[in-house]
């Protein structure tokens, strides 16, 4: 059975830093796109960052370049989402995501998490 497990989201001030984590498991992901989307109420699902198992080639959407970091751990199967310098636009839920071959997107994907709650307060 395949999962992803994100963890390591809560409350933060703006400013500060949080890393989101990825536990996929069920099978191998070498091949597959890795990314991450958050959810802010009333909003739609919305692109954060994603990138190649293989060849560690990533993509960030404009809102949080330079602030945050996609990587991964081949040992433990886990793909990291390190944001710092958090906004109060950065709240929401944060889902991790897996996709075949091709690049993930919000519609787009083979599978999702649950997704963790990312909190940023003035």
């Known amino acids: 059975q395949v999962q992803l497990v994100e963890s390591g989201g809560g409350l933060v001030q703006a400013g500060g830093s949080l890393r989101l984590s990825c536990v996929a498991s069920g099978r191998t992901f070498s091949s597959y796109s890795m990314g991450w989307f958050r959810q802010a109420p009333g909003k739609e699902q919305e692109f954060v960052s994603r990138m190649m198992w293989s060849d560690g080639s990533r993509v960030y959407a404009d809102s949080v370049k330079g602030r945050f970091t996609i990587s991964r751990d081949n040992a433990k199967n886990t793909v990291y989402l390190q944001m710092n310098s958090l906004k109060l636009e950065d709240t929401a839920v944060y889902y991790c995501?897996?996709?075949?071959?091709?690049?993930?997107?919000?519609?787009?994907?083979?599978?999702r998490g649950q997704g963790t709650q990312v909190t940023v307060s003035s």
């Open positions: 995501a897996a996709r075949a071959y091709e690049s993930v997107t919000t519609t787009a994907y083979d599978y």
